[in-house]
């Protein structure tokens, strides 16, 4: 496998030559991708972490937010309502499908309360940070190397 393609998703390619080729046979060529993933805006406070995703158009049933070894993750599915089948022809560019975003958080996360809210399109999530705990380290003395007796042959 090539440099370049080890960046690629293999089906998503796949998924663009068999859509370029159904809407080639209908007479209606787009090389438009329709894929969403949303973007996501991250910000480091002096108490929590920060991450603002737009998502328009979905419902807040619509989206998972799940948090697993430091790894927050984002995942949700948009399905466009069924409407009832007209004449003519079609074009459709809005988002119908499922996406998922995963983020590493560092170890100071207050993972239990993680809030996450909705509301026209954009999601919001605040992982608060979880206090450092002060302790107090002992100072002593290195220890000495123990002097061992070697017998030389």
């Given at each position: 496998?090539?440099?370049?393609?080890?960046?690629?998703?293999?089906?998503?390619?796949?998924?663009?030559?068999?859509?370029?080729?159904?809407?080639?046979?209908?007479?209606?060529?787009?090389?438009?991708?329709?894929?969403?993933?949303p973007a996501c805006d991250m910000e480091e406070t002096d108490s929590e972490y920060l991450l603002t995703l737009d998502v328009?158009?979905?419902?807040?049933?619509?989206?998972?937010?799940?948090?697993?070894?430091?790894?927050?993750?984002?995942?949700?599915?948009?399905?466009?309502?069924?409407?009832?089948?007209?004449?003519?022809?079609?074009?459709?560019?809005?988002?119908?499908?499922?996406?998922?975003?995963?983020?590493?958080?560092?170890?100071?996360?207050?993972?239990?309360?993680?809030?996450?809210?909705?509301?026209?399109?954009?999601?919001?999530?605040?992982?608060?940070?979880?206090?450092?705990?002060?302790?107090?380290?002992?100072?002593?003395?290195?220890?000495?190397?123990?002097?061992?007796?070697?017998?030389?042959?």
């Amino acid at each position: 496998m090539s440099f370049e393609l080890q960046f690629f998703k293999p089906n998503h390619l796949q998924k663009q030559v068999d859509r370029f080729w159904e809407q080639w046979n209908r007479g209606l060529p787009q090389l438009a991708t329709t894929e969403f993933i949303p973007a996501c805006d991250m910000e480091e406070t002096d108490s929590e972490y920060l991450l603002t995703l737009d998502v328009p158009g979905m419902k807040k049933e619509q989206i998972q937010v799940t948090i697993s070894d430091n790894v927050l993750t984002i995942a949700g599915e948009h399905k466009e309502e069924k409407k009832e089948k007209t004449k003519g022809r079609k074009i459709t560019e809005r988002y119908e499908g499922s996406f998922t975003r995963s983020f590493y958080l560092p170890e100071m996360g207050n993972w239990e309360k993680i809030t996450a809210e909705q509301k026209d399109g954009v999601l919001k999530i605040a992982v608060p940070k979880a206090a450092a705990k002060a302790r107090q380290i002992p100072v002593r003395e290195p220890s000495k190397p123990e002097a061992k007796a070697v017998k030389v042959a």
